[in-house]
Each structure stands twice: as structure tokens, then as C-alpha cells.
């Protein structure tokens, strides 16, 4: 249980560290669009969680990719 | 009215125009009467015009930053009103700014029918965030911090961005309707920190859906419903009911007015469009709309205007429209090349101006020269109903109590030798206490 808490409060701690990390050069619109699942009630959380999740595994694997072609 | 549509335009306007939402729209008069034009002559206007639709025409064009909160509000409500109603239909509002409404008299009208498109699954309001800036933050400065919001509108033509308007807020705002997710997160969320770029289609594939617009609208049209001002009082807000000179010279005043709203060709109403400055509580516009196809009651004091407005639209009153304006400090041109937003002069030409108990105001309280006031008004060519008040006068005195008199130029004989330079006077009535005088002036030429 306590392995399970832990693993999920990391999780958590290393998606809003990757989530409040800047970008630049991107449209300031789509804060805008991501609000709008958060303001769309209950089903629309869902929506921007499975969306963050589905960033932070984008992020992952781009990173994973640059790391193999400095590798080689 | 006209309106030319590309081919883009033309597809999503052959779709939404069949309709109920829109076709009820145009019944029930919250939306322009619009059709399109048979055999159009296709303007050159630099883009490919598929075709051209024809609007009824509206009055007089104003612009957000010169309306009342409750006007903001009426056309807040009516966007909110407007894009359920869409969504609905499987239609969605692809914009929501304050420029797509207009108001007819008292009555908010939507212009643009081409900001409705067909819906699209998955789609999100692209117009959420322009709702927010241009309505949701301009009335929440004004309903919680009790700050005119007009200047800032006049400011910036996208309105109050949403890391300006978080600034702005103090503990307990955050803890009122909306603040926390329509301005706090809003704000937080716009600082580019995503490393996705294509969020839309992410949102989609995520299963964003229509009833989450339309819950979001739904809250929204709570917030804005929830929102009011009501100040108790303001410098003008009860000078009609109070001030001595307009309890005693009311009545030969009205009369006067109506005398010259009569001359033309009464009971035709021939009179196309009265301005009247300084309106305070409307009771010369109130007169002028019995004789008149439009009247603008101009005032600077903004709960005057307001509760104008608000006893307007509780009568739905189609002739008179109220707005906020100070001559002293104008709404210029806007927008690109000063031509998108032009200035009042640009869209509205009087033919009948009311200046009444103004002019001392303008010269002693504003600064400005008696001579240049009295050119701008001979410049409307309109006919004039015009008071004069006196140095003598109670009033003006007062004006002078606390400053150097530097206004040697507003005199009685200046005034004369001005009035004759730029105008014919047809009728001229002293009033009660002797100080004040009305004119019926026709310009020269």
C-alpha cells in the first residue's frame, strides 16, 4: 500500500514538474482549450486528465527519442 | 446592410441558415434579419466573394466600450443565450466578442451571422477565451472592484487578458463565483508551459464532447446573471430629482423641446436621428422619441446611463439608446488604419443635437474654449435646442468656487457674438430664475 502511494505521489510530483515547466512558441490559445474540459463539469476532468497523461507520455517518448539520437 | 462571404463562409451559412435556432432568432428579433442577395454584384474587397448577404440596418452602430455594465450584460446574455441554443442545433458561435452585438434602441440585436458555423464532434469554442476578455472580466471589474470598465475596452480592442484581470484581484475575489477557473487558472493556464502542441486534437481524441460546451456555457450564463452594480449614488445619478434649477425650469424646458421637435411635419416622424448631450435621466430623449426615428442619450455619468438603460430594456424600447460618452474625452477611431472602430461622428450624423445645460461644464469644468464648442456644434450642421447658463447662474458659480477664473471668454456678449457667427437663432425663451436662456438654433449655410 504505502509502495503504491509512493509510486503514485512521484508520478504526480514529475507530471505537474512537467507540466509547469515553460515552453516557448506555443499558442497561449490552448490554455484557453484546456480550461474548457476543466470547466465542462465532472466527464470534462476526465478529458483533461487522460489528456495530460497522454502529454506526459508524448513528452516521455519525444525525450526517449532525442536521447537514442545522441546516443548514435 | 451588406455582408460578403467567401466560399468557406457561403458552405457553413447554407447549413446553419436552415436552422430553427437561427429562424427563431430572426422571428423573435435577437438576431439581424438577414438574407442573401439573388444576383449580388460581387465587391472587390482583395478575397474570393462567394456571395453576399444582406442585413436589416441598424440605427446606428455603437461599440462595447461606449455601452453601460447592463448593456454589457444584456449582450453577454443574448451571446450565452444564442450559442446553447446553437449547440442545441448542432451549430457553435466560432467567436464571442461584444462587436458581434448591437443594440436597436434598448434592445440587444446579434449582427454576425456568420459567426455561426456547423459544429464539428470533438470541437472546442474557439470564442471561450474572447467571451472572457471582452465580457466576463470587463463585468467583473466593474461589479467587484467598481472600476468603469469602459476605458479599458477603449484600451485594447482584445480586451482584459486574463494574467491582467488575476492582477487585479484581491484574496476574497477568489473566493466569488468564476474567479477561481474563469480568471485564476485561466491565467495560470496561459503562460505556454505545454509540451504538446496539438492540443485540440488531443482534446478530441480524448473525448471532449458538446455537452461539455455546453455545460461550460451554462455556467458562465449563471456567473454573468449573478453579476450586478448597483452603486447607491454618483455626482449625477440624482441631479433631476434634486437640483433646484431642473425642478423649476422642467416644465418650460419640455415645452420648448417639444415646440422644436414638432416643427418638422409633426406627427410624421421626421427627425432621423436626435442626439442628446448630457442626457442625465433621458427626459428630453424620453420627448425627442415621440418625434424621432432615433435618439441618443449621451451622458458621461455611467450609473445615469445605466439605469437609463435598464428602464429602457425593461420597456423594450426601440428608439433610444443610451450610451456612455464624455465630449471631453471622446472614443476616437480604433482597430486598423483607425477605420475598423471609427469614432461617433463617423457613424452617426444628427439632425437635431440637444445641448442644454452643458456648456458650462464644457468651458469651466473641462477647459475648453465657448468659441471651439460652438464651432463642433455648427460643424454637425444639425438644428440645436441649446441652454445657456449664465456667470450669474447658481450653478456656475459654484463651478468657479474652487478654481481660478481663466474663463474670461464665457460672458454673455462672447456667447452672442459666437452664437451669430455660426448659427441663425429662431426663438429664444429666458427662463425662471433669469441666468439661464433657451436657443432654437439653426446652422448657417
Known amino acids: 500500500m504505502t509502495l503504491v502511494v509512493s509510486t503514485t505521489f512521484s508520478k504526480t510530483s514529475l507530471f505537474m514538474n512537467f507540466y509547469l515547466t515553460p515552453i516557448a512558441y506555443l499558442d497561449p490559445g490552448t490554455g484557453s482549450m484546456l480550461l474548457q474540459a476543466i470547466v465542462g463539469g465532472s466527464a470534462g476532468l476526465f478529458v483533461f486528465v487522460r ?19 545522441e546516443t548514435n | 446592410m451588406f455582408r460578403a462571404l467567401g466560399y ?39 478575397f474570393d466573394c462567394a456571395a453576399v448577404l444582406q442585413h436589416t440596418a441598424i440605427p446606428i452602430i455603437t461599440w462595447p466600450f461606449d455601452w453601460s455594465f447592463n448593456m454589457l450584460r444584456a449582450a453577454a446574455l443574448l451571446t450565452l443565450d444564442l450559442l446553447e441554443q ?98 485564476w487558472l485561466h491565467a495560470r493556464l496561459q503562460t505556454p508551459r505545454m509540451i504538446q502542441p496539438k492540443v485540440a486534437d488531443s482534446m478530441k481524441s480524448s473525448g471532449f464532447s458538446r455537452f461539455m460546451i455546453v455545460n461550460n456555457v451554462r455556467g458562465l450564463r449563471r456567473i454573468v446573471e449573478g453579476l450586478s452594480w448597483k452603486p447607491r449614488t454618483s455626482a449625477w445619478s440624482d441631479y433631476d430629482n434634486t437640483a433646484e434649477p431642473v425642478q423649476r425650469d422642467a416644465a418650460a424646458k419640455e415645452k420648448f423641446v417639444e415646440d422644436v421637435c414638432q416643427s418638422k411635419f409633426w406627427p410624421l416622424k421626421t427627425w432621423k436621428t436626435v442626439w442628446d448631450l ?22 458621461s455619468d455611467h450609473l445615469t446611463v445605466d439605469r437609463l438603460f435598464v428602464a429602457l430594456n425593461a420597456e423594450r424600447n426601440r428608439t433610444i439608446i443610451p450610451l456612455v460618452g ?42 475648453l474654449l465657448l468659441a471651439d464648442v460652438i464651432d463642433w456644434l455648427a460643424s454637425l450642421k444639425a438644428t440645436v435646442v441649446f441652454e445657456y447658463v449664465d456667470r450669474a447662474d447658481v450653478q456656475v458659480q459654484q463651478l468657479l468656487s474652487n478654481r481660478e477664473d481663466v474663463f474670461s471668454d464665457y460672458n454673455g456678449e462672447a456667447f452672442r457674438a459666437h452664437i451669430n457667427r455660426a448659427f441663425v437663432v429662431v426663438r429664444e425663451q429666458s427662463l425662471l430664475g433669469g441666468t439661464r436662456t433657451l436657443l432654437w438654433l439653426q446652422p448657417k449655410d
Open chain 2, 86 to 183: 446553437a449547440l442545441e442545433d448542432n451549430a457553435i458561435l466560432k467567436d464571442a466578442t461584444p462587436y458581434n452585438v448591437q443594440f436597436v434602441g434598448s434592445c440587444p440585436v446579434f449582427i454576425d451571422t456568420s459567426s455561426f458555423v456547423p459544429f464539428q464532434p470533438g470541437q472546442i469554442w474557439a470564442g471561450y477565451r474572447q467571451f472572457c476578455q471582452m465580457f466576463l472580466y470587463p463585468l467583473m471589474l466593474q461589479c467587484w472592484k467598481n472600476v468603469d470598465f469602459q476605458p479599458w475596452l477603449r484600451g485594447s480592442l482584445e480586451g482584459i487578458a486574463p494574467q491582467d484581470f488575476s492582477s487585479l484581484l484581491g484574496l476574497r475575489d477568489f473566493f466569488r463565483r468564476g474567479a477561481f477557473s474563469h480568471v
Open chain 2, 8 to 46: 468557406g463562409g457561403l458552405q457553413d451559412w447554407e447549413t446553419v441558415s436552415k436552422k430553427s435556432f437561427l429562424q427563431t432568432g430572426m422571428q423573435t428579433g435577437f438576431i439581424v434579419q438577414t438574407e442573401t442577395v439573388a444576383t449580388p454584384t460581387l465587391p472587390n474587397i482583395g
Open chain 2, 326 to 367: 464624455n465630449l471631453a474625452d471622446p472614443s476616437p477611431s480604433l482597430g486598423w488604419r483607425l477605420q475598423e472602430r471609427r469614432s461617433l461622428e463617423h457613424r452617426s450624423k444628427p439632425d437635431l443635437v440637444f445641448c442644454l445645460a452643458l456648456i458650462h461644464h464644457l468651458v469651466i469644468g473641462c477647459n
Open chain 2, 278 to 299: 448630457g442626457c442625465n435621466q433621458g427626459r428630453y430623449s424620453r420627448l425627442a422619441a415621440k418625434y424621432a426615428e432615433t435618439v441618443l442619450a449621451i451622458d
Open chain 1, 51 to 69: 489528456h495530460l497523461w497522454r502529454s506526459f507520455r508524448y513528452a516521455e517518448q519525444t525525450k526517449a527519442g532525442d536521447t537514442t539520437q
